[in-house]
């Protein structure tokens, strides 16, 4: 190969490594999470999801989550942004969730195996093995215990059965007392498919907004659905922090319909925090970003 012939071999080669590079930082650009919170009458952009609800992270909160389609996906984004901060979390259920085979799974109440575990991976998912691969609340004594802690605890509320939308038990969803704050989850994915396929407990949620079950769910539905007193407003303390949580907005034309939600609650005058978030399942379904690892303050 003549010197000219490596000269612009070795072009195209380094060509081809910036669009690598390029590529790679595009991919990293669309794998972040999304998040916006709606304020006076727009979508506003947030480096997180603490600093969109005004979170102190050193405040050790207790946070309840509730509602469909993302709840796991934002507890795990969660303890990634308090991890980021360099503080221990641990992640609990008053109802049921499921475990995962993860070296932060603890299905038995020891207190030695806690601390070690918070220690070495910064979060822990706390829970009495179940049925089906899942967990369900600790025994009460447990629970305490947890709720006594020095660090956030982030608490799964109810279940939904992996649908977008959902409208409550008569025994949900279940907060426990030291609940400072609510998030409550709708799936975007939701919008547009039909009632029946989409919503757990559809015949409740059909009755609430006078449709019938296989209409699609429009935006106006989750709007009426998230103030009703018998959906995303059942069992809340008035005195309790409370946003709502509007998960997927980065697929294709749901932060439309996620802004049209805003507009029309905003309307109606309601005033507690409303996110829109994406691309979060995507990234916490599997497995949780080792950033936080390490050395951890100790609590």
Same mark, same amino acid.
């Given at each position: 190969m003549t010197v000219e012939r490596h000269m612009k071999g070795a072009d195209i080669t380094a060509v081809n490594s910036r669009r690598a590079v390029n590529i790679i930082k595009e991919m990293q650009r669309e794998e972040k999470k999304i998040v916006e919170k709606w304020e006076k009458g727009r979508l506003c952009p947030f480096p997180g999801i603490l600093e969109a609800l005004g979170v102190c992270p050193d405040a050790a909160e207790r946070i309840s989550v509730a509602g469909?389609?993302?709840?796991?996906?934002?507890?795990?984004?969660?303890?990634?942004? +308090? /991890?980021?901060? /360099?503080?221990?979390?641990?992640?609990?259920? #008053?109802?049921?969730? &499921?475990a995962e085979e993860k070296p932060y799974f603890l299905l038995e109440p020891s207190e030695e195996k806690m601390i070690q575990i918070l220690n070495?991976?910064?979060? *822990? $998912?706390? @829970?009495?093995?179940?049925?089906?691969?899942?967990?369900?609340?600790?025994?009460?004594?447990?629970?305490? !215990?947890?709720?006594?802690?020095?660090?956030?605890?982030? *608490?799964?509320?109810?279940?939904?059965?992996?649908?977008? *939308?959902?409208v409550p038990g008569e025994q949900e969803?279940? $907060?426990? !007392?030291? #609940?400072?704050?609510?998030? &409550?989850? +709708?799936?975007?994915?939701? *919008?547009?498919?039909?009632? %029946? %396929?989409?919503?757990?407990?559809?015949?409740?949620?059909?009755?609430?907004?006078? !449709?019938?079950?296989?209409?699609?769910?429009?935006?106006?539905?989750i709007a009426r659905l998230a103030m009703h007193q018998r959906g995303g407003a059942k069992g809340v303390n008035k005195a309790v922090k409370y946003a709502l949580i509007f998960n997927k907005t980065d697929l294709p034309g749901k932060k439309e319909a996620?802004?049209?939600?805003?507009?029309?609650?905003?309307?109606?005058? &309601?005033? /507690?925090?409303?996110?829109?978030?994406? /691309?979060?399942?995507?990234?916490?379904?599997?497995?949780?970003?080792?950033?936080?690892? @390490?050395?951890? =303050?100790? =609590?």
């Open positions: 469909a389609g993302g709840k796991t996906s934002l507890i795990k984004a969660l303890v990634e942004e +308090y /991890n980021a901060r /360099n503080l221990p979390t641990v992640v609990t259920t #008053t109802t049921h969730m &499921y070495r991976e910064g979060k *822990i $998912f706390l @829970g009495k093995k179940a049925e089906a691969g899942k967990m369900q609340m600790p025994d009460e004594v447990w629970m305490e !215990k947890l709720l006594q802690l020095s660090c956030p605890v982030l *608490i799964e509320a109810d279940g939904a059965r992996r649908m977008p *939308i959902k969803p279940v $907060f426990r !007392k030291e #609940t400072g704050r609510i998030l &409550y989850v +709708y799936g975007m994915d939701a *919008i547009g498919r039909p009632l %029946e %396929e989409v919503c757990f407990r559809a015949e409740e949620a059909a009755r609430i907004l006078g !449709k019938k079950m296989g209409e699609p769910v429009l935006p106006q539905d996620a802004r049209e939600i805003c507009e029309i609650l905003q309307e109606c005058g &309601y005033e /507690n925090p409303i996110l829109c978030l994406g /691309n979060l399942d995507r990234r916490y379904t599997q497995e949780l970003s080792s950033a936080g690892r @390490g050395e951890h =303050r100790k =609590r």
